[in-house]
């Protein structure tokens, strides 16, 4: 499923059949295990087998890219240009990886990813704008 | 500005001059009881004119403390004489549940002056008639209850008069009120009135106090249980949606109400805060507050971490997501937060603060005897009533006009067309061609120079006065009166033939010496409508003032929290959003709701282009904007949250006989239904078998009934004074067992977004995405 119901969207936020949001809080990116021992599908099972692979042995750079990210214009340059801010602090990034985050600056994701701003409309005639700020953190929010 | 209290209601010297003026007219008090008393008689329905003072007058003891000066002419331009006095004000506990600013002339009566027709009148004879005759002018009576621990509740009363020595010279009386679960605060601060040049009345809400009184009621709406504390969050609430409410603070700063509010929101690869400010105004639309907030742009952060935003990057997909994020941390509950909290929440909250001191006033009619013991001349209450006119915020200020009670009989009143060349006879009401006998005012001349002329004897005096709704005879009296005609231009614009009047009242003394008004009302080629009024002349008279009446809730909050709340959405809003978008329709959506939001309307109006530009997005924001902006602030809001109230009815009521021309030692001879209440109270039984209990005093009778149903009753009253002056007057009267009401409450934060998102929804633009309506 996909946010404004748009089937080309990230699932930033998977809902059960009771519409309450999981809460995948593994420092890995793989949902936490639930009481029967079941784990619900983290962001990484969304990726092709050999994509998966890829990005596990990416992830073995968790530590180095969370200190990293600690500087906020590093941060800002991941938001950027992922692939150049990787590569700058020395992680060799896979070759699939890199071929699709090369190809996929063109599509309006990292790389392209604008905070544009959006206007509400309130019930006393006045609009209200809001541009979001996104900031890319270490494992898990910020600070982290 | 209030020095510590809960709130200060201040009145100015202009109110005071209204205030005294009625009870100074009422039943003739001042010309006939007490000029009777310094042995003086003047013609009668002779007018006067009061003037007050704040300023400390010369020559009175260092030890006396807020001291009113008070100087009235007798008679036209002071033609019979004058009265000078000074005394201290004070307020009076009469019992547990009740207090009453009074001028109190018995023990802090420190200058007492007259003179009749240019004679001085012996400083003694004043002294004694003022002191020992009159004794106390009850000017402001106020429920105050001493055991009050409820917020809402008057606890005690004070009164300080500011008498400001600088060259501004912003005099005023303060009445320093302290409610329930507070303390008294520093009366001797106040050195200047907050009150604009020429107010009449206004009153100060503390911000503490109203953080006292809105708190509980805000954690309650939110489901805090205790987390919202004097105006702040002092921990998170969850919100719907597994949004957590993170800050909740209500301040004041420069001079406005501030409203701060942030929540967040985690969830898969991210974790979202948005947080936002309003600032509140207050206007008085109709006697009625409301609360105007603007909203500030919301602030959101989402944090990602990296290997969420690498695999969206993977994948193409972050920038809807992100819109989804934005729109259920922003859109579906920061937005309805603030707007819940500032529009809902705050209006209602200081709406029922300002009506909580207002309502105390206005319903004020203290059930026990206000007769001041040992005193020959029972002066009558003061009988006005304040009136929002408007609002500021620093605390919260509310100005209101004071207006007395007309509690002269009224002898003749009316609206009538005159035509051109015709007379009316204001005192029988009669119209007539050409010369009437007993006539007073005849319509000469043609088109736009035609004149109010008197005859017969009748005046006219021009006033600045315009509200005859509010008229009082007093009123009209200092204003010179002469027997010039009134040219209709001096009343209004002609203009293309038609007219357009100002409304300003114009005095009238009748040839039969009553005192009157008119107001030109309209006018065309054929004839000149007025409404008039003619009050009763110093002749004995009487009327009977007094009904069952419902307990007023001043504080409409009380209880208000329920899930039986009843939303009715504002047609209004709903109009302008339809209105304004379709003027975008090239074709419409065939899935629209049977139900839709005012979001969802607009959505059926969002053509495909519209939804793929900037230009059109915006555009459709715009004019919803435009549209909504161009409505009264009271129908810029959702819709109205209101409860049906059924009360049990108050089974007491209080009949006051008002009179006219019944002059010293004037006693009252009441009945029920024929049945004579004999002794100063008792318990009688109707012919229908109704017990009424009855408590009498001066000339009016409290009765209490017993009784489930419906019934009417008629009371009469008979009063006659020393001098076997008498008059009579009979009045039926309804007893209703129950009282039901619609109040207007502050709902659940749950229910109020429930109504938001369903009736107005979330209607948002961006230019990635287009309009998002939802």
Not at chain 2, 238 to 256: C, F, I, M, N, R
Not at chain 2, 380 to 401: E, L
Not at chain 2, 559 to 585: I, R, Y
Not at chain 2, 720 to 747: K, L, W, Y
Request: proline content about 6%.
């Amino acid at each position: 499923m996909c946010c404004n119901g748009d089937p080309d969207d990230f699932d930033f936020e998977r809902v059960d059949h009771s519409g309450r949001s999981e809460k995948p809080e593994s420092p890995t990116g793989a949902a936490q295990s639930d009481a029967a021992g079941e784990s619900a599908p983290s962001v990484v099972d969304s990726l092709a087998p050999h994509l998966r692979a890829e990005f596990e042995e990416l992830r073995r750079h968790d530590e180095t890219i969370t200190a990293a990210l600690r500087d906020d214009d590093f941060a800002q340059r991941m938001l950027d240009d992922p692939l150049a801010a990787l590569t700058e602090v020395g992680i060799e990034v896979p070759p699939i990886i890199k071929r699709q985050l090369k190809r996929s600056s063109g599509r309006g994701a990292p790389g392209m990813l604008q905070a544009t701003p959006q206007s509400y409309l309130l019930p006393n005639g006045q609009v209200v704008t809001t541009t979001p700020r996104i900031r890319i953190t270490g494992v898990r929010g910020r600070g982290a | 500005m209030t020095h510590g209290y809960d709130a200060v209601l201040e009145i100015s010297e202009a109110a005071y001059q209204k205030i005294l003026s009625a009870i100074f007219d009422t039943a003739d008090f001042l010309m006939d009881q007490v000029l009777s008393s310094l042995n003086v008689q003047v013609p009668p329905g002779s007018g006067f004119d009061v003037s007050v003072s704040f300023d400390r007058p010369a020559g009175i003891p260092a030890n006396a403390t807020d001291v009113i000066d008070v100087h009235v002419t007798l008679g036209a331009n002071g033609s019979i004489g004058a009265l000078h006095f000074a005394a201290g004000l004070a307020v009076i506990r009469l019992d547990n549940k009740t207090e009453i600013l009074t001028i109190d002339l018995r023990n802090k009566l420190w200058i007492a002056e007259a003179s009749i027709f240019g004679i001085a009148v012996p400083a003694d004879t004043v002294r004694h008639t003022l002191a020992d005759d009159v004794g106390v002018l009850y000017v402001l009576p106020l429920p105050a209850d001493q055991d009050a621990t409820a917020p809402e509740a008057i606890k005690e009363i004070d009164v300080k008069l500011i008498d400001d020595t600088s060259p501004q010279d912003r005099d005023a009386s303060a009445v320093l009120l302290t409610f329930g679960g507070g303390s008294a605060g520093n009366r001797d601060a106040f050195g200047q009135s907050f009150l604009s040049p020429g107010g009449d009345a206004g009153m100060v809400i503390s911000m503490a106090w109203l953080c006292r009184t809105v708190s509980p009621l805000i954690d309650q709406a939110l489901g805090g249980t205790g987390a919202f504390q004097n105006c702040q969050l002092t921990r998170h609430i969850g919100l719907p949606d597994d949004v957590t409410l993170t800050d909740l603070t209500v301040t004041l700063a420069s001079g406005a109400l501030k409203v701060h509010a942030a929540v967040s929101k985690s969830g898969t690869c991210y974790d979202a805060t948005g947080t936002v400010d309003a600032s509140i105004a207050i206007s008085v639309q109709n006697g009625v507050l409301k609360v105007d907030p603007t909203v500030g742009n919301p602030v959101t952060d989402v944090d990602i971490p990296w290997y969420c935003y690498v695999v969206a990057g993977l994948l193409g997909a972050v920038t809807g997501g992100l819109f989804g994020i934005i729109g259920a941390v922003v859109g579906s509950i920061l937005l309805p937060t603030i707007m819940y909290v500032t529009e809902n929440v705050m209006e209602t909250a200081v709406n029922s603060a300002a009506a909580a001191v207002a309502n105390a006033i206005n319903n004020a009619a203290p059930a026990i005897d206000l007769a001041v013991p040992d005193v020959k001349l029972h002066a009558p209450v003061g009988d006005i009533s304040f009136q929002f006119s408007d609002a500021f915020i620093d605390d919260v200020q509310v100005d209101s006009r004071v207006v007395p009670a007309d509690t002269i009989p009224v002898h003749t009143s009316g609206v009538v067309t005159v035509p051109n060349g015709y007379t009316i006879d204001f005192d029988s009401g009669h119209i007539g061609h050409g010369e009437v006998p007993s006539g007073d005012l005849t319509v000469r001349g043609s088109g736009a120079a035609r004149k109010l002329a008197p005859v017969c004897g009748a005046a006219f005096a021009r006033t600045p006065l315009f509200a005859f709704g509010e008229l009082y005879r007093a009123a009209i009296y200092p204003h010179h009166y002469s027997t010039a005609s009134v040219p209709l231009t001096a009343l209004g614009i002609p203009l293309f033939g038609l007219f357009i009047p100002d409304f300003q009242i114009v005095g009238v003394r009748t040839n039969e010496n009553r005192w009157g008004a008119l107001q030109v009302i309209a006018a065309d080629s054929a004839g000149i409508t007025l409404r008039y009024r003619v009050w009763e002349k110093f002749t004995p008279s009487v009327r009977i003032v007094g009904h069952f009446s419902c307990r007023e809730d001043a504080f409409s909050l009380v209880g208000s929290l329920s899930v039986d709340t009843l939303f009715t959405a504002s047609a209004a809003l709903e109009q302008a959003v339809k209105a304004s978008v379709g003027e975008l329709v090239m074709a419409r959506s065939p899935e629209v709701p049977t139900a839709p939001s005012i979001a969802q309307l607009a959505a059926t109006h969002v053509t495909a282009d519209m939804t793929a530009t900037t230009a059109s997005a915006g555009k459709l924001l715009a004019h919803a904007s435009a549209a909504i902006k161009a409505l009264e602030p009271a129908d810029r809001r959702i819709g109205a949250f209101t409860r049906v109230i059924t009360q049990k009815r108050v089974p007491y009521a209080r009949f006051d006989a008002r009179t006219s021309g019944i002059g010293v030692g004037a006693h009252a001879r009441w009945e029920i239904d024929g049945i004579e209440l004999v002794g100063q109270n008792g318990t009688i039984t109707t012919p229908t078998g109704t017990h009424v209990h009855f408590d009498k005093w001066g000339l009016s009778v409290a009765v209490t009934v017993e009784s489930s149903v419906a019934f009417d009753m008629q009371i009469a009253v008979t009063v006659a004074d020393d001098r076997v002056r008498t008059a009579s007057a009979r009045q039926c009267v309804h007893f209703e067992p129950t009282c039901v009401r619609r109040v207007t409450v502050i709902p659940p934060f749950d229910l109020y977004r429930q109504k938001y998102l369903e009736t107005f929804g979330t209607i948002s633009a961006s230019a990635a995405v287009g309009p998002v309506i939802r």
